[in-house]
């Protein structure tokens, strides 16, 4: 693994705009190697708290640590970021605004043009080197955006909602073009509204709510945590499962039912209660559940 690559910490990061406070005492990692997504509502602090990371902003209280000290602009020059009004030059064709941009991060301009280029030609760009980026759909502006920020073999990812307005295709070159990354032992953090997409590709979640970092931690960690959840399936009818103290039904059709025990009670006994009960009511199947992200997410931007 490179050297100077580290673990990210944000530490009790806030934002405060004249009484509005927008991100509050959020902390959170981004492991070395890893992949993190970023969730939350619009408006919950996302792009507020990356550009805090990325020391675009000045943070009203808390710092960011990066390989456990204060991270410094040295550091932030060898990032690859992806703002959310990301910031390339409409009327520039896009091969010679991506060469300037790596030579202002310390490549040569042959190397610029030589990683540009074929960044370009593997998202589909390679017949649009000279064209100005105005001329490109809005989809393909974002492919010339992901590149920009990968150019320079960067440390860290940092980048606000890269998979928007992005087609399958590109989806998924974006997403081999991290993992790449990743196995370099690369941190990334990415923001997004898409939950299947960070479900599939992220070892770790941060979820925002009005400023606040309502979970964090790897996905394993937070789908084992809340109250555990059954599938029921049997026979007959399975309208029963209602009346079983410690047991709250959250969907039952005619024979089938999703449960969670509560938290409260001695998961235990109440399995025992199940399975014997169930025995008696031709019941086929009694199963855990692990939660989605979706769930998840649900849960604690609900409460
Ligand atoms: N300069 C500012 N002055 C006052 N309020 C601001 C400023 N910048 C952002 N905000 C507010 O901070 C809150 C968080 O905004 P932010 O853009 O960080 O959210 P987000 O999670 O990235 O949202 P989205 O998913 O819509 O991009 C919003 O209510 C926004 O209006």
């Known amino acids: 693994m490179n050297s100077r690559i580290g673990r990210i910490e944000a530490v009790g990061l806030t934002k405060v705009y004249g009484d509005k406070t927008v991100v509050s005492d959020a902390s959170f990692t981004v492991e070395p190697g890893s992949m993190t997504g970023f969730l939350g509502a619009n408006g919950a602090g996302k792009t507020t708290t990356m550009r805090m990371m990325m020391g675009l902003l000045e943070p009203t209280a808390g710092q960011v640590l990066y390989s456990g000290r204060p991270m410094t602009a040295e550091d932030r020059a060898s990032f690859g970021y992806m703002p959310e009004e990301r910031g390339l030059y409409p009327k520039q064709p896009i091969l010679n ?152 039904v959250l969907d039952v059709e005619g024979t089938e039912a999703l449960l969670e025990i509560a938290p409260a009670a001695d998961l235990e006994s109440v399995r025992t209660t199940i399975l014997s009960e169930g025995m008696q009511r031709q019941m086929h199947e009694f199963a855990r559940v692990l939660p989605t992200l979706g769930d998840i997410y649900r849960g604690v931007t609900s409460q």
């Open 97 to 248: 605004q991506l060469i300037y941009l790596g030579q202002l991060r310390g490549l040569s301009a042959a190397e610029a043009r030589d990683i540009a280029t074929g960044h370009l030609t593997a998202l589909g760009l390679g017949d649009r080197l000279k064209d100005k980026l105005e001329s490109l759909s809005l989809g393909n502006q974002q492919r010339v955006q992901i590149v920009a920020s990968l150019l320079h073999t960067p440390t860290a990812l940092i980048l606000d909602e890269p998979f928007s307005g992005l087609d399958p295709k590109a989806v998924d070159t974006m997403v081999s073009m991290m993992h790449e990354l990743m196995r370099k032992g690369v941190p990334i953090l990415f923001s997004s509204h898409q939950l299947d997409l960070v479900d599939r590709l992220c070892d770790r979640v941060v979820i925002l709510h009005e400023g606040q970092v309502k979970a964090t931690g790897s996905a394993t960690e937070l789908r084992g945590s809340g109250a555990p959840r059954f599938r029921y399936s049997a026979g007959a009818d399975a309208g029963w499962l209602r009346e079983v103290p410690g047991v709250r």
